[in-house]
């Protein structure tokens, strides 16, 4: 979830009050479709406009926010002889400019200083670009790129931080300095800089489609249909979200193949392939790194190798080898390092208790006994072969790790000091599953998310619960029901 999203924090932007819409009707959230030779209302620069309140409805609306006045930038066509100098904020008592543009809401937030926050986004020049007469109808001037001219554009970029993803596609549309912030990244790197971030849940429950929902405000977006081949579509996947990208595996023909689905631009690609490509691994990420453990190659032999990725530079570099190979593992960080847990591997193919911590400042691997989730009394007396059933469902919140007993409906929590398993409470009743497989059990910010469906086709609908483990016991909150007649396919969280 979105941090720090106090009222009294910053300015904080809430652009275009209709902006909260409803699920596939998100395309605020990736700016670029409309030209930028026109505001939404049709008006020229050069249309006089005057700002007082009571005048409004006669004249076109601004609005005024700790003293400033915010209207929109835009493009001049060559006939216009120049480019117009739209200032997106005002000094009070300054004078208004000549400008056009549509009514933006905002919603004040106090006047908090934001002292603390690091900003390296570049020159910030705070002056005024000089335009003679002949070049600029309005006559006005601006620095195009302060962001918001009358606070600068690191005091901008402070504010743009707290700002909610869902709001930066309509920040984006107010001129090309707010559209390359967003668009190139800049702003999520400078987000999870300063630790400001959102977590989104990404999931698949058909073959190519995927949703994402916030659980903050309890919305959905359903993303572009994934490209890919008949085979692509219907081989086992995996998913991994990891910076702004969401890396989906899978087979093709004879090869391991990733698509890409880029936040910042909403379209997938297919991604860069891995120096070893497997499937059945173990993964997590931390910021714009993710680390990919075991599993096994195009011929099925397990692995000990790993990799790391880097969203962005969308590059792959090898790691050390694991002490064991192992397939179907799972992956968490916590504490800043990285765990693989569990799975299958030997000569025998038999469960793997121990796990594997990975320093990533000393790039070593270093075995933990007894690391993974004992298997239910159940699944012992049936003699369920090991590879029936789900990786270990694990996740980690606030440097917490806790699993998710499918068979006993039980949530069980990791003692880091004994290295001992012990249960803390119930699973949500809808958290249904074959052997675990079609249940999501995911850390979101501070929350663990539980995403069940159906256990036959037909069952009409998932469920999304979550829990703070901060606030006590399991206690799990519907955050909402989807219409779906499948499993939970994949899943994966975003946080940026």
Same mark, same amino acid.
């Given at each position: ?6 009222? *009294? ?14 699920? #596939? ?89 934001? *002292? ?26 601006? *620095? ?21 993803? #869902? ?6 549309? =107010? ?217 270990? =469902? ?103």
């Amino acid at each position: 979830m979105l941090e720090d999203r106090s009222l *009294d924090s910053c300015l904080l932007f809430r652009v275009f009050s209709s902006s909260r819409l409803s699920e #596939s009707k998100w395309s605020f959230m990736h700016p670029g479709g409309a030209s930028d030779n026109k505001l939404a209302n049709g008006k020229r620069a050069s249309e006089v406009v005057d700002v007082e309140l009571e005048d409004s409805l006669r004249r076109s609306k601004s609005l005024r926010l700790m003293g400033c006045s915010i209207t929109e930038q835009k493009e001049v066509s060559d006939s216009d002889n120049g480019s117009d100098s739209v200032s997106l904020c005002r000094e009070k008592g300054q004078s208004d400019s000549e400008v056009g543009g549509n009514v933006v809401d905002y919603l004040p937030s106090g006047e908090e200083q934001t *002292d603390g926050i690091t900003v390296n986004v570049g020159t910030s020049t705070g002056q005024e670009k000089e335009q003679s007469d002949s070049s600029n109808d309005g006559g006005d001037s601006s *620095d195009s790129h302060s962001l918001i001219q009358g606070i600068g554009r690191d005091n901008s970029i402070n504010c743009l931080i707290r700002c909610s993803r #869902s709001d930066y596609g309509s920040i984006a549309s =107010l001129n090309r300095t707010f559209r390359s912030l967003v668009r190139s990244g800049e702003i999520y790197r400078l987000r999870r800089q300063n630790g400001f971030v959102e977590h989104w849940v990404y999931f698949s429950c058909q073959l190519l489609e995927w949703v994402a929902f916030d659980p903050v405000s309890r919305k959905w977006m359903q993303l572009p249909t994934m490209p890919s081949s008949v085979i692509f579509m219907c081989s086992d996947k995996e998913s991994l979200a990891v910076g702004t990208d969401l890396l989906v595996f899978g087979k093709d023909h004879s090869s391991h193949v990733i698509y890409r689905y880029d936040l910042l631009t909403n379209s997938w690609s297919s991604g860069m392939r891995m120096n070893s490509p497997r499937c059945l691994f173990g993964s997590a990420s931390l910021g714009e790194i993710a680390i990919l453990a075991g599993g096994c190659d195009s011929q099925g032999k397990i692995l000990n190798s790993a990799e790391m990725y880097n969203s962005e530079h969308q590059t792959w570099t090898t790691l050390p080898r694991m002490n064991k190979p192992r397939k179907m593992c799972s992956g968490v960080f916590m504490d800043g390092k990285f765990y693989v847990i569990g799975g299958i591997g030997g000569n025998d193919s038999k469960p793997l208790t121990c796990g594997e911590e990975y320093d990533l400042d000393t790039k070593k691997w270093t075995e933990i006994p007894e690391m993974s989730p004992p298997r239910s009394n159940a699944a012992r007396e049936s003699e369920m072969p090991a590879a029936a059933e789900a990786p270990p =469902l694990v996740a980690v919140v606030n440097n917490q790790l806790y699993a998710a007993d499918h068979t006993d409906m039980e949530v069980r929590k990791y003692d880091k000091e004994r290295r001992k398993w012990f249960t803390v409470g119930r699973l949500p009743e809808r958290a249904d599953s074959v052997n675990g497989w079609g249940l999501a059990f995911r850390a979101c910010g501070e929350r663990l998310i539980v995403i069940g469906g159906p256990k036959n086709s037909g069952g009409g609908f998932i469920e999304l619960n979550s829990w703070i483990p901060s606030h006590g016991p399991p206690q799990w909150t519907l955050l909402d029901r989807k219409h779906s007649a499948n499993f939970v396919y994949n899943c994966a969280v975003m946080g940026c």
